[in-house]
């Protein structure tokens, strides 16, 4: 455990929060926590998460524009705040299969060229968390479904690794991804009635 990692778990437990209450201040905190955490795992010789964390870089830069620039369109009055969206069947299986082409391609690459360690569990759950990604800064409920299956596996990888702080981090992250499931879902229930029952 250094300073470094645990700086990445305040940080990071404080973006994750502010996603599950749907403030748009989650995308600059979490740009900090994906930083910290790229040189975390470039230590780890975890080379497929620090290729994800510096992919999240991009990736929050696109979830903050797509939410500020939804905020104008919203009906909800406070202007920090977004309104979740319901994805359609064909857009959980064009996810899923995205995140399992990825999970192939990426583990190869790292198994054959690189001395990654636990190469193709690591190349899964970095597409897989691609896919979630995509979908949080799309607004997709769906995405903490994906965020709860991905970080029940990272728990053990953490563990394995020895980052025993960051296991427990993700611990929480699947704590606070069953609220911020709850909490967007209730809001999605609110604007769309008609589709309570279906809501993902």
């Not at 979908?135 to 596996?153: E, Q, S």
Request: aromatic share 14%; hydrophobic share 55%; charged share 10%.
């Amino acid at each position: 455990m250094s300073g470094l990692e645990i700086s990445a778990v305040i940080v990071s437990a404080l973006a994750v929060w502010l996603t599950a209450r749907r403030h748009l201040w989650c995308w600059p905190i979490g740009l900090v926590s994906v930083l910290l955490y790229a040189r975390i795992f470039f230590a780890a010789k975890l080379y497929s998460d620090l290729l994800l964390q510096l992919i999240f870089a991009v990736m929050q830069l696109y979830g903050w524009w797509q939410w500020s620039s939804s905020r104008g369109n919203s009906q909800h009055n406070d202007q920090h705040h977004i309104q979740p969206q319901r994805l359609s069947r064909s857009g959980w299986l064009a996810g899923l299969l995205a995140g399992a082409l990825g999970s192939a391609l990426l583990g190869y690459v790292m198994a054959s060229f690189t001395d990654a360690h636990i190469p193709w569990l690591d190349s899964a759950l970095t597409s897989f968390s691609l896919v979630a990604q995509f979908w949080m800064a799309r607004k997709y409920v769906a995405n903490w479904w994906l965020w709860i299956a991905v970080d029940i596996i990272y728990v053990g990888v953490y563990i394995y690794k020895n980052l025993n702080l960051t296991a427990g981090l993700y611990a929480a992250f699947i704590v606070l991804a069953v609220i911020g499931l709850r909490n967007w879902q209730r809001q999605l229930v609110v604007h769309q009635p008609a589709n309570a029952a279906a809501a993902l």
